[in-house]
């Protein structure tokens, strides 16, 4: 997935691109969430492939959440090579727009504090062109 089409996704349909990437599914399970004017409306819910039992009513909240997203970056094999870690440092430059290449430290620092939503679009950006 490149950028544009990552700009055309909901916020909705984003998290979920996030969440399968990082092995979340949809499972048989289904919850109750009390919708408009006290209607119930049934919720399919997620868990992690392969952990049985621990279901949610939705995925983590990559776009909004620092800590899902730190977590989504050290469990994917993105970290595990120097080109991944290259790509994703390249990516995250480009996400915070800061105009000039990732080698000097202040680039550094500013990709350290992105937000979760520039971590989240380097972070597809990155493991889709890998």
Same mark, same amino acid.
């Given at each position: 997935?490149?950028?544009?089409? %990552?700009?055309?996704?909901?916020?909705?349909?984003?998290?979920?691109?996030?969440?399968?990437?990082?092995?979340?599914?949809?499972?048989?399970?289904?919850?109750?969430?009390?919708?408009?004017?006290?209607?119930? *409306?049934?919720? *399919?819910?997620?868990?992690?492939?392969?952990?049985?039992?621990? %279901?949610?009513?939705?995925?983590?909240?990559?776009?909004?959440?620092?800590?899902?997203?730190?977590?989504?970056?050290?469990?994917?094999?993105?970290?595990?090579? %120097?080109?991944?870690?290259?790509?994703?440092?390249?990516?995250?430059?480009?996400?915070?727009?800061?105009?000039?290449?990732?080698?000097?430290?202040?680039?550094?620092?500013?990709?350290?504090?992105? *937000?979760?939503?520039?971590?989240?679009?380097?972070?597809?950006?990155?493991?889709?062109?890998?």
């Amino acid at each position: 997935m490149n950028r544009k089409q %990552w700009k055309k996704l909901t916020p909705d349909e984003q998290r979920i691109h996030i969440a399968e990437l990082c092995g979340w599914e949809k499972g048989p399970k289904n919850s109750i969430s009390l919708g408009a004017f006290g209607h119930m *409306t049934p919720m *399919t819910c997620w868990h992690l492939k392969g952990i049985k039992g621990d %279901w949610q009513d939705s995925p983590p909240n990559y776009l909004n959440d620092l800590n899902a997203m730190h977590k989504a970056e050290q469990n994917s094999h993105i970290f595990k090579s %120097w080109r991944g870690k290259k790509c994703w440092m390249e990516n995250m430059h480009i996400c915070c727009d800061l105009g000039r290449q990732p080698e000097s430290e202040p680039d550094r620092i500013h990709a350290l504090i992105a *937000t979760a939503s520039q971590r989240a679009e380097a972070f597809v950006v990155t493991l889709d062109g890998i």
